[in-house]
């Protein structure tokens, strides 16, 4: 079955710099969550969206952005790069225009380490 | 979202049974329980859910009583495969997307030959 993919699965760059995340969700999926796990750490949620619509954030910097275009893949945008974003970024997707579909039931991708030097 | 609780670490060896439980004490009417299980550097995965009394899938089991103040996640005989970090999650079926998944502190599960 087709999984979440993502990409690039890693990415190094430089403090200030500038990196664009992919992700692809499963087909027929409509709505996507970003999380950030940083070393050591739990996954935190950073943003969401339902049928390409922004819907939930979370603890995301104003240095992030993202948005989820027509064919349903969603990119996230990092700027002015720090040491500190340094992490595994994941992203997941689910089905919640279904009743049959479980609220939580999430699809999470490889994810992208980015490293920041 | 409710706040959980849940060992931090738990050790146990091939062929066991493993069963971990979470206390959920702020549990609402219209939350579910939730449980994923990560291996590191992948994504977390999606385990098991349920509501209240038991549920039961093809690779764990999931046990709430009555007062659905506290939850077990039963794994059936693991193997080494098993050894990744355990979350407990418990939050109200939303929709539009508002569904994020908040994690705690997970239980390291270290299963061994």
């Known amino acids: 079955a087709a999984g979440v993919i993502q990409s690039p699965r890693h990415l190094i760059k430089e403090k200030r710099e500038t990196a664009t995340l992919k992700c692809y969700p499963i087909?027929?999926?409509?709505?996507v969550y970003w999380y950030q796990q940083g070393p050591g750490q739990d996954p935190q949620f950073l943003i969401s969206?339902?049928?390409?619509?922004?819907?939930d954030k979370g603890s995301i910097p104003d240095r992030f952005s993202a948005q989820q275009f027509s064919d349903y893949h969603s990119e996230l945008n990092m700027s002015s790069l720090e040491l500190g974003d340094s992490a595994l970024y994941f992203c997941?997707?689910?089905?919640?225009?279904?009743?049959?579909?479980?609220?939580?039931?999430?699809?999470f991708g490889p994810g992208t380490r980015l490293t920041v030097t | 979202l409710a706040k959980t609780t849940q060992p931090i670490s738990m050790d146990s060896y091939e062929g066991q049974e493993v069963n971990i439980t979470c206390s959920h004490n702020n549990i609402a009417t219209n939350d579910y329980i939730t449980w994923y299980q990560q291996f590191p550097s992948q994504g977390p995965r999606f385990i098991i859910q349920g509501y209240k009394t038991k549920v039961t899938n093809e690779v764990a089991s999931l046990f709430i009583p009555a007062d659905r103040k506290s939850s077990t996640l039963s794994l059936p005989r693991v193997s080494l495969s098993d050894t990744a970090v355990y979350y407990c999650?418990?939050?109200?079926?939303?929709?539009?997307?508002?569904?994020?998944?908040?994690f705690g502190a997970g239980t390291r599960l270290a299963v061994h030959p």
């Open positions: 087909p027929r999926h409509d709505t």
């Open positions: 999650l418990v939050g109200g079926a939303l929709s539009g997307g508002y569904n994020k998944l908040i």
């Open positions: 997941a997707s689910s089905l919640e225009g279904e009743v049959k579909a479980g609220p939580y039931e999430q699809y």
């Open positions: 969206f339902y049928e390409k619509m922004q819907s």
